[in-house]
């Protein structure tokens, strides 16, 4: 049986790929978040000496909270997840479909600050499709969570296998973790690429294939 956390969570993902979360997870409100993240960052804020009557700071505390619940932290409430209504290959299209260069801000869990960068997302179909933008979109739901970049990549194939009705499916992901990029070693140029490649794509030269279309310039200006 599915427990509470699956059912309302991460039931699209296996084991391995599910964001781990709290078996009271789905017990408190978004308005309760609201007001307890709130709380929390007054405290952080005050902690750190700053003056919470000043003009700018005073609805910062505010501003967090919403801008955690209902957007960097979306990903985390299940009825933001798009709908991955998949559709008839009336056309018969048997070639891999790739949407690639999708914009990907994600929060790395360890330091809570941003992953920015570029996830490019392929599937062959067996018979059912999907509408393009539903694969923005899924990267989009997962990348709104605290993040590591390897779940990420696992959780939006898994979630687009389990849609589509196929294993043939693959996302590489190039991103830049301001964890490493502004503090700790502080480099600024490295990325870090991450990939799953399920089903058919294991095959090396449908592999290369997918990897020749994500280095394709696209200029259409
Ligand atoms: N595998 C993985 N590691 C990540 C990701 N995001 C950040 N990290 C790393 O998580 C590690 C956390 O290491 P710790 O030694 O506990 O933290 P830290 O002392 O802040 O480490 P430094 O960043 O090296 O200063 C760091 O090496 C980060 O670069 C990710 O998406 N995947
Ligand atoms: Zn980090």
Redesign the pocket.
């Known amino acids: 049986m599915k427990n509470r956390i699956d059912e309302l969570g991460d039931d699209h993902v296996g084991s391995s790929a599910k964001t781990p979360l709290r078996a009271d997870a789905f017990d408190i409100s978004d308005q309760e978040k609201l007001i307890k993240i709130e709380s929390s960052v007054k405290d952080i804020l005050t902690t750190l000496g700053m003056d919470l009557e000043d003009d700018s700071l005073k609805g910062t505390p505010q501003r967090v909270a919403k801008a955690y619940v209902n957007e960097i932290f979306s990903g985390l409430n299940p009825k933001n997840r798009p709908k991955l209504s998949t559709f008839d290959n009336n056309y018969k299209y048997g070639e891999m479909l790739v949407e690639k260069n999708i914009t990907v801000y994600s929060t790395?869990?360890?330091?809570l600050l941003p992953?920015v960068g570029r996830a490019h997302v392929a599937y062959i179909s067996n018979g059912n499709v999907i509408g393009l933008s539903k694969m923005n979109r899924i990267v989009d739901y997962y990348a709104k969570r605290p993040?590591?970049?390897?779940r990420l990549t696992m959780q939006v194939v898994q979630a687009l296998q389990e849609a589509l009705g196929t294993e043939d499916v693959a996302c590489v992901i190039d991103a830049k973790?301001l964890?490493?990029n502004s503090?700790?070693?502080r480099d600024i140029e490295s990325s870090?690429v991450t990939s799953e490649f399920g089903g058919k794509f294991k095959n090396k030269e449908i592999k290369r294939e997918f990897l020749d279309y994500i280095k394709m310039e696209t200029d259409f200006e």
């Open positions: 790395c869990e360890h330091h992953i993040q590591v970049q390897e973790h964890c490493v503090r700790g070693v870090t």
